[in-house]
């Protein structure tokens, strides 16, 4: 290990708290490194990246594929070293208060301090067990909508009884020519609200699962629904068919790193210190009395946390950077605005 390599601050998790936490390290001066599972930044947003978000403060409602480009973007400014498709499983203390990271790829890295950020781990999408699924994936089984216009006219079925198959029949239902939802019980895990108005124009169809895909092997035209009830299986014609049936969370090992959890969330202190020195935490993963899990709440917690980084290294330090209207730092890039 070179000193070079050493960073100041390594930030586990790419999502919203992560990436808030490098650009307000950087407004510390701290040299940083983001590392991130997946092989995009974004964290839990990337799952419902066309849906508005209304309630970052002073931001106009936005898509949230235009957040995540505006996190990334500002996370950039004081160019963190940022690694992907990299998922960190264990550290441990070397000499010198050196923390060793190491991943699954095998890889390690060193750092001083650490914040870990790593929300509700790194999601997978559950995807459908059945036959020729895999080969419909490419075509019209999606998992995930990125641009609601593409179902303009089509006959979509959606399958599934959370927020995001709701939400997306509602708004599927404006524009496309048909849609019906199935979903194995007759009850739904969403918004009440939103549940009654897509009763009204939605065909819903319950409690009823996707049977089998009646295609070419390019593309599903027919869908095989069976009745939970009377077992009584019937084909309706598709043109496109979307499957929301939630996500599987890889948690990492950190945890059994000795790291103090409550309800598989790490404990953090008002100062965003988890049990182990040198290591802090912030965003959804991290659990304290008045936790706020939302974008919002993880912005704040990364400020803590970083701010608690920097007086770990430097005790003298100030307690928080300089607001950003009278820092030097922003000086140049004031006058290029
Ligand atoms: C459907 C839905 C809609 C929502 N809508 C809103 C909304 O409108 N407004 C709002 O404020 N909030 C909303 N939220 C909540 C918001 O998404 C979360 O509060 C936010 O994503 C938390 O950010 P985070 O950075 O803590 O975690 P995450 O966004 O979960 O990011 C964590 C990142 O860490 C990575 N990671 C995990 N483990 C490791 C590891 N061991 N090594 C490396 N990387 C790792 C993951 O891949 C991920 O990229 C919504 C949530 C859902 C599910």
Do not use: M
């Given at each position: 290990m070179h000193n070079q390599d050493v960073y100041d601050l390594t930030i586990i998790g790419g999502g919203p708290a992560g990436l808030y936490a490098a650009f307000y390290a950087g407004m510390r001066e701290m040299k940083v490194k983001l590392i991130e599972g997946k092989d995009e930044l974004g964290g839990f947003l990337l799952t419902y990246v066309d849906k508005t978000i209304w309630d970052v403060g002073g931001l106009p409602p936005m898509r949230c594929a235009k957040l995540i480009e505006h996190l990334v973007d500002q996370a950039g400014t004081?160019?963190?070293?940022?690694v992907l498709k990299q998922t960190v499983d264990t550290f441990n203390h070397l000499h010198d208060g050196v923390i060793a990271l190491h991943t699954d790829t095998g890889d390690s890295h060193y750092t001083r301090t650490v914040i870990v950020a790593i929300g509700r781990g790194v999601a997978e999408?559950?995807?459908l067990d059945i036959h020729s699924a895999q080969d419909y994936e490419r075509s019209n089984l999606h998992y995930t909508i990125q641009n609601l216009d593409y179902f303009a006219g089509k006959k979509v079925l959606i399958s599934g009884g959370g927020n995001s198959a709701v939400d997306w029949a509602l708004e599927l239902a404006e524009q496309a020519c048909s849609v019906t939802l199935v979903h194995r019980q007759d009850s739904f895990r969403a918004m009440e609200h939103n549940v009654s108005q897509m009763k009204k124009k939605v065909d819903v169809r319950t409690p009823c699962y996707i049977e089998r895909f009646y295609g070419?092997?390019?593309?599903?035209?027919?869908?095989g629904i069976t009745d939970s009830a009377t077992g009584e299986t019937i084909r309706l014609d598709v043109d496109e068919v979307i499957v929301s049936h939630g996500y599987t969370s890889h948690v990492s090992n950190l945890a059994r790193c000795g790291l103090d959890m409550q309800e598989g969330m790490l404990v953090m202190n008002q100062l965003a210190e988890t049990s182990v020195p040198g290591i802090f935490t912030a965003g959804?993963?991290?659990?304290?009395?008045?936790?706020?899990?939302l974008i919002a709440g993880a912005f704040n917690d990364a400020i803590v946390a970083v701010n608690s980084a920097k007086r770990f290294l430097e005790p003298n330090a100030a307690g928080m950077a300089y607001v950003s209207s009278h820092?030097?730092?922003f000086r140049e890039k004031n006058r290029a605005l």
């Open positions: 004081f160019e963190p070293k940022v999408v559950q995807k070419n092997g390019q593309r599903i035209h027919q869908v959804d993963c991290a659990t304290r009395e008045g936790k706020v899990r820092n030097e730092l």
